[in-house]
């Protein structure tokens, strides 16, 4: 079992581009999630997926958007990138959302200059 | 919204000492309560899970109180080992959404 997976692992964009990151989990999971970590500020939500077909809204979604393409991959997508987000990203997944053990993945360090 | 604080930022203990790790959030109404392990530019790793209904989980070396009606859980590892190096979050999700709030961290060094 690979767990879970993100693509790219490093990425550097320009102000006003746009990227979608991928997020892939073979564990069967449910409930998938999206996070950012800063310096200073902890992990915040970006959004999440309690289950296929669904997807809400966490504590920073402002300019993000997410696609639960089907039960294993869970994408983010940046339309028009800024310098605020700046960030490293993690996806993770649970089997039965927040009441069980979220699996995070390795991360994503984005820069966008 | 939950606050959720781990002090100190870092500590820095001898190899065989037993440490105890702090983590307290506002808001009592918590569903369950998680701590974590990140090593340097990886993920996160799961070391316990404890339900509101539960007082403590063991794995271990490892033990997590839980004490809602204080608004705190400690952390106790044993013997500690410089392997244990890194930094340890917790995580608390409160009953009115799927989420969880982070504390900062805290960064800890165990020298040999």
């Known amino acids: 079992n690979a767990g879970v997976t993100q693509t790219p692992k490093f990425q550097v964009l320009k102000t006003g581009q746009s990227m979608t990151l991928q997020c892939a989990q073979d564990m069967n999971h449910n409930s998938m999630y999206w996070y950012r970590q800063d310096p200073g500020m902890g992990l915040r939500l970006i959004y999440y997926?309690?289950?296929?077909?669904?997807?809400d809204k966490g504590e920073v979604p402002n300019g993000y958007n997410v696609s639960r393409l089907n039960k294993r991959e869970f994408s983010l997508r940046l339309e028009s990138a800024a310098p605020s987000q700046t960030s490293v990203y993690f996806c993770a997944s649970s089997w039965a959302g927040s009441t069980d053990t979220q699996y995070f993945g390795p991360g994503t360090r984005l820069t966008v200059l | 919204k939950q606050e959720v604080t781990q002090i100190p930022a870092a500590l820095s203990v001898p190899e065989g000492e037993n440490l105890v790790l702090n983590c307290s959030f506002t808001?009592?109404?918590?569903?369950?309560l998680q701590w974590f392990r990140q090593d340097p530019g990886k993920g996160l790793t799961s070391l316990l899970l404890i339900q509101s209904s539960q007082r403590e989980q063991t794995s271990g070396r490892l033990n997590a109180s839980l004490d809602k009606s204080s608004g705190r859980s400690t952390l106790y590892i044993a013997a500690s080992q410089p392997g244990d190096s890194a930094t340890y979050l917790c995580a608390a999700n409160i009953n009115t959404g799927n989420q969880f709030y982070f504390g900062t961290g805290t960064s800890l060094t165990v020298i040999p």
């Open positions: 997926s309690a289950s296929e077909g669904t997807t």
């Open positions: 808001d009592s109404a918590i569903y369950n």
